[in-house]
């Protein structure tokens, strides 16, 4: 069992940044892929980001390309979500997830893991 806390989230005005981090439990973390998902509401939850095991190869998705910046700390068991130039249509909760396989990936059905989410508005 892999247990996922997220934390960082927050208010913050459109342009500025937040840096959101998700701990993982569990020896074997540097072997997952993470992933940051989103959801609004009224909206169905969306991909954000994701980074494999090592190298740790990094996806993005289109909107969040240039201003957020994914990574990950596996001797702490930590994978972050750096969030520049933030927008107001990036308000939502945020999910990270893992994979345990490995294998980074846009798909919310291929994580086997969740955390709670943290909330992110940002005004405009």
């Known amino acids: 069992q892999v247990q996922l806390v997220e934390s960082g989230g927050g208010l913050v005005q459109a342009g500025g940044s937040l840096r959101l981090s998700c701990a993982a439990s569990?020896?074997?973390?540097?072997?997952?892929?993470m992933g940051w998902f989103r959801q609004a509401p009224g909206k169905e939850r969306e991909f954000v980001a994701a980074?494999?095991?090592?190298?740790?190869?990094?996806y993005y998705t289109n909107s969040v390309k240039g201003r957020f910046t994914i990574s990950r700390d596996n001797a702490k068991n930590t994978v972050f979500l750096q969030m520049n130039s933030l927008k107001p249509e990036d308000t939502a909760v945020y999910y990270c997830?893992?994979?345990?396989?490995?294998?980074?990936?846009?798909?919310?059905?291929?994580?086997?893991?969740w955390g709670q989410g943290t909330q992110v508005t940002v005004s405009s």
């Open positions: 997830a893992a994979d345990i396989h490995g294998l980074a990936t846009m798909t919310s059905l291929r994580y086997d893991y």
């Open positions: 569990g020896r074997t973390f540097s072997s997952y892929a």
């Open positions: 980074i494999s095991r090592n190298p740790g190869n990094t």
